[in-house]
């Protein structure tokens, strides 16, 4: 089973992300792909040997913790990291 998660959302977003993305795949035998900003996944990533266990799929645009998720789905011309891990 493959499962996309939106590595860029939650207080201490990537990093708890990466540590359950890591924690999962040890455990359950699924593939993760972390929708994000590639360069602090990978980051996060380097501190956990996983290898190539989860994969990343960049996205520069993230919904900010100021901004309304519903309104940042709609009115934006790309697509944030919420959106591109649902799709």
């Not at 699924?30 to 980051?43: N, Q, S, T």
Request: glycine share 6%; charged share 30%; hydrophobic share 40%.
């Amino acid at each position: 089973m493959k499962i996309a998660v939106d590595a860029m959302g939650g207080d201490y977003a990537p990093d708890v992300v990466v540590q359950g993305a890591v924690d999962a795949v040890f455990e359950d035998n699924i593939e993760i792909v972390l929708v994000g900003r590639e360069r602090p996944i990978r980051k996060a990533l380097k501190r956990h040997a996983c290898g190539n266990a989860i994969g990343i799929h960049h996205c520069e645009d993230v919904v900010e913790m100021d901004e309304s998720p519903l309104k940042a789905l709609r009115k934006r011309r790309t697509r944030p990291s919420q959106w591109r891990s649902i799709w």
